[in-house]
């Protein structure tokens, strides 16, 4: 297993313990089990309008690029009850 197959279950086993993560999903190709080399994953998570900020500033390095050739394999997109 990887470092970011590692992570990954990690913030798979946080969700569920957490009460503020009212949904989390996995979109792209991992999702849907079409799985590749180059296959990211492509994460989904439905937090509590309170905690939505906290949520965003935790997550929010994850799937920036961090040079011009290459970007995280972890991508997020956190979104509110609200939204």
């Not at 969700?15 to 792209?28: E, R, S, T």
């Not at 900020?53 to 009850?81: C, M, T």
């Amino acid at each position: 297993m990887n470092r970011t197959e590692m992570l990954f279950n990690q913030i798979v086993k946080d969700a569920h313990q957490d009460p503020n993560i009212l949904a989390f999903w996995l979109d792209g190709s991992r999702g849907k089990g079409v799985i590749t080399p180059y296959s990211d994953y492509d994460c989904t998570m439905l937090v509590k309008d309170d905690a939505f900020d906290d949520y965003r500033e935790k997550y929010q390095g994850f799937g920036n690029r961090h040079n011009s050739r290459s970007r995280s394999p972890l991508a997020w997109i956190i979104r509110q009850v609200s939204s």
